[in-house]
């Protein structure tokens, strides 16, 4: 492989994916721009490319961003036919086909929940070709005790067949050593967002600001928290609005959320109850406007009970936003994204009281908040787009020497 490598520039990546996620869309377009290499995307279904109901947002919508432009793609045979995600949804037999066309030196796969993901690293093992494989698995939820059983016997022996991880972060790290893979296997890559989108609100934040606020009839001296994402219950947006309701009782606070789902008219009902009108339900908000809103808040919460990583902290982040979140938030951890008492408030999940007291010592303590929000903009800086292919080129370049 090193000889190929070598001899050939440049170097052919095949990323094999379930389906187009907007969050990957600008990474693959900052890859494709790299003068070492060849990127061409393998879509095993066509989610999310036109209008099409979430089954957890529980609306129909369509992307506002193109999530074909600007990289080489092509859809698998039968992709059209695929309507979920799910293992065996995604399976596609003639994954090998179009990979054999490519002729990739390096193939990059998301995890092992989807069958495609399966066919592709044995049709690796095969041909002798290095795999990266990225995710977000952590070991921070409860599990059955079967499943550990299971994985802990099965996933050292798939895992030893993967050339390198793209480490998202410090969760993810740890559950790759937990399952047996070795320091110099591990590449740290942090997930992506549309950086350039969030930079512009960040540059233009007073303006912004001073409007959206206008707009949605919230004043300036209001403490907004954010709630950003899918209303289900392992979200857990319930526990904002009952913080809400103890906090709003002595200073001036809003919660804004920003997100659908099935626990909507739930909360709809239960915000119509509280002491005082404390909540704005903005339904859901597509990823062209969610920059405005993220610089009109003064704070981000994330309240889930399971929540992978929770690429939305990147996103509040990006624009210089302290957090407050839960401990079962996967990017919480000492060099990723949350770093407790730095850029952000971690508290124990489904403790309201303490989400209450988080933000009441946020809105009180404007120092605090403002020294939280300079780090995250630090942090954003380290773990941006940058970071992001910096990782992805010592990864590849370490498969291909092997």
């Known amino acids: 492989m090193d000889r190929l490598v070598k001899n050939e520039k440049p170097i052919r990546i095949a990323i094999v994916v379930s389906h187009p996620i907007q969050y990957f869309v600008p990474f693959y377009r900052k890859l494709s ?29 369509a992307w506002s961003m193109d999530l074909l432009e600007g990289y080489d793609s092509e859809f698998l045979s039968g992709s059209e036919k695929v309507t979920d995600t799910r293992f065996f949804s995604v399976k596609h037999g003639d994954i090998d086909v179009h990979l054999e066309n490519f002729n990739p030196h390096v193939v990059v796969i998301y995890g092992y929940s989807q069958l495609l993901s399966i066919k592709t690293l044995y049709w690796c093992y095969r041909k002798s070709i290095p795999v990266l494989m990225s995710s977000d698995s952590e070991l921070l939820q409860h599990r059955a005790w079967y499943k550990k059983a299971v994985k802990r016997l099965l996933l050292p022996l798939l895992f030893s067949k993967v050339s390198g991880f793209l480490v998202v972060g410090d969760n993810n790290e740890s559950y790759y050593r937990y399952y047996g893979v070795n320091s110099a296997k591990l590449f740290r890559c942090p997930f992506t967002i549309d950086e350039d ?205 092997k």
Not at 281 to 310: H, Q, T
Request: proline content about 5%.
């Open 33 to 61: 721009e790299h003068p070492e290499l060849h990127l061409k995307v393998f879509y095993g279904a066509r989610v999310g490319l036109n209008k099409y109901e979430d089954k957890d947002f529980g609306v129909e919508f």
């Open 197 to 401: 989108s969030f930079q512009r609100a960040r540059c233009n934040r007073v303006q912004i600001r001073k409007r959206w606020r206008a707009e949605n009839r919230i004043s300036e001296d209001v403490f907004v928290v954010l709630f950003a994402g899918k209303f289900t219950q392992k979200k857990r947006p319930n526990d904002l609005l009952e913080a809400i309701d103890v906090v709003s009782n002595n200073r001036p606070v809003c919660a804004v959320f920003a997100g659908d789902g099935p626990l909507m008219q739930e909360m709809k009902k239960q915000a119509s109850q509280l002491k005082k009108n404390s909540c704005l339900f903005l339904g859901f908000v597509n990823i062209d406007k969610l920059p405005d809103v993220y610089v009109s808040a003064d704070v981000l919460a994330v309240p889930s009970e399971k929540e992978p990583y929770g690429l939305v902290t990147c996103e509040a982040v990006a624009v210089g936003l302290p957090l407050i979140v839960s401990d079962k938030v996967g990017s919480v951890g000492p060099t990723d994204t949350v770093r407790a008492e730095e850029n952000a408030i971690v508290y124990p999940c489904g403790d309201v009281r303490a989400l209450a007291d988080a933000i009441v010592r946020l809105a009180e303590n404007p120092p605090l908040r403002q020294g939280m929000g300079r780090k995250s903009l630090q942090i954003a800086d380290e773990l941006g787009m940058s970071a992001s292919v910096r990782g992805f080129m010592k990864a590849v370049k370490s498969a291909c020497v």
